[in-house]
């Protein structure tokens, strides 16, 4: 690694079965009002509402609530929770739910105390905070976005058709706590479960194909995406393997809480195509990650040919011998589509409610990011989400 | 993964050229009496003692010292250094050097408030504290170790032989802050490069090498140690090489933060072997165990014989077409001492000054750990000691 940087972490995780029976600790640290953020309420189908209420109670909490956060939370529901939590004089946040929900937390958190319109100052202009931050913690009860030990957010406006994901420097957005109970993810539909792990993995390939010096930090994508492939293929034929969701979701985290970009530079256009796919059909997040990637990666593959050989021979096996180098890549993109299919992942934007009328609008609301291997044209986008159809 | 566990490390690192300056905003945190501690003076060589001191006083900082750690820090320079932090009411101890002078920071800051001898509390009834811990920040100019992101602190008893590390479950035991500039570690002697490159892959074999099931550790260990394998060669050679050199830094912090023990069983009997030859000979810490390790390793693969064939296989690339599991696990080993012999480790505790009639008193010294793969009994103590002359 040849670059400068800070790492800085504090986020404590209770990981395993039974692990929220620990947030009463950790309520002791805070004041009494607390406000509870959840989705759409399965929580309270599955008991883990009332296990969390139980335990708010015994530490004497005052609970206020703001339900029914959606997939893509928006700006409006964002300044619902802001006036629910400045109501509540909120020193929690507790977040129970996915990502989603931790997202949405974390952006009711640097607003409450904020004079000026969050969707403007935070995910316009892309600013820090300057006010107090509330604190949040996190039950995590889906596995993908890593949201549970970062301070990254993604709010969507539906008036600007913009899904913007903001990664705040301030660690006080970070997730004070998390609580990560593998079993809390056993009853989420195949379709939710592999998502998350296809974003599990876009991540880590996103923060992998850039840059070109030598860094630990690729060994370390590489031995998650190796894991991650490991036990995907073992929780696809049984979803209730206790042992390989508890890897996945132990994976989730580590790809997305900085770590594996510590010392280079990241690339992150997969997930400003997909984003942008989002705001326009509000499909899962994971899907429109998923049915953009192999286009856009075998597009910029010629630009980092020896990244996308080294992917090819140390994620997914592919033997060099007596090969050119644009086969292995090409070898090592074509394994990672078979797994994506033995997932059952969606393929083509088109399945996820994209119409040929909508891509220039898409191409308008996708951010073009620096630090891939090929930085994208505006032709380029439209080429690319033509592919992906 | 199948157990439940804890994650929390706040330490907040910075990295790079340069990274020295940061301190200053760190500092601003504490109160005005901080107490410097480094090792022999070859930081006043160096120029890193000039810089920190200048930082220090631009901080208006009182500055109190103690000088002289040495490497295997011991108890009597323990209880020096606990009166001159009382003395001087220190509210930070700011450890510039490497392992040893953060160890026994650490060792430091939990004995100053502590009205018991510390020996006896930490390191004989291995208890944590139960008075303040006054902070730690570290500025690093030696790898290895690890220190500077964990709450292990390893301190040396002359008198009884023993030379003892505790990992504390408190996190204030943390370093608060850690400033690693792989510029500051080029200077080193070869001899202390390799010993602590060897001590970084030790520490991952340590954790590596216990449990049976599946666990996302064991993949962010092979990453590391492939990293590290490859950083190693490149320093071996050319020791200026700043990419190397630092990747080499970050390896150690992640080969030792806990970050690769999550979810599993560890071992830690090399270290045990190595830190009683260190007890009765001084010998540099990585020496010592770089010479307990192969014998010990052949000795307990037959009892986790699947662990050493995937060490073969995923860290050292053995081909395993049309052998057995023994050949395979063998040639991994052949593998892992060839490495070692072109880094140019002491490869027999003789060769460090153990005698034939000194085996007996090592083998009292040896703390027998539950976590490996066969826990030794004395006579196999004895045993591997013999062989490894």
Known sequence: MLGNFTYCNPTKLYFGKGAVKNIGKELKKYGRNVVLIYGNGS?????????????????????????????NPTVDKLYEGVEIARKAKADLLLAVGGGSVCDYAKAVAVSVNCDED???????????????????????????TGSEMNAGSVITNHKTKMKVGH??????????????????????????????????????????????????????????????????????????????????MWTATWALNTLVSRGKTTDWEVHMLGQAVGAHTDATHGMTLAAVSLPYYRHIMPY?????????????NVDPAGKTDEQVANEGLAAMEGWMKELGLVMKISDLGVTED????????????????????????????????
Not at 46 to 51: H, K, P
Not at 133 to 144: A, E, N, S
Not at 310 to 316: H, L, N, P
Not at 377 to 384: C, F, G, L, P
């Open 43 to 71: 929580i309270k189908k599955n008991g883990i509402y009332d296990e969390v209420v139980k335990i708010l109670a015994e530490c004497g909490k005052t609970v206020s609530e703001i339900a029914g956060v959606m997939p």
């Open 118 to 144: 969050p969707w403007e100052k935070y995910y316009v202009r892309f600013e820090e905070p300057t006010c107090e931050v509330v604190p949040v913690g996190c039950v995590l009860t889906m596995v993908g």
């Open 167 to 248: 990664v705040f420097a301030d660690e006080s957005v970070m997730p004070r706590f998390s609580v990560l109970d593998p079993t809390y993810t056993l009853t989420l539909p195949h379709y939710q479960m592999v998502a998350g792990i296809y974003d599990i993995f876009n991540h880590i390939c996103e923060q992998y194909f850039s840059g070109e010096d030598d860094c630990v930090s690729d060994y370390l994508s590489e031995g998650l995406m190796r894991s991650l492939l490991h036990s995907s293929r073992i929780a696809n034929k049984d979803m209730q393997n206790y042992e390989a969701r508890s890897n996945i």
């Open 304 to 316: 980092g040919l020896k990244k996308f050989v080294r992917f090819a021979k140390e994620v997914w």
């Open 358 to 389: 909508m891509i220039e609008g898409i191409a308008d609301s996708t951010l073009v990011m620096q630090g891939g291997y090929k930085v994208l044209t505006r032709d380029e986008i439209v080429q690319v989400l033509k592919e992906c159809m």
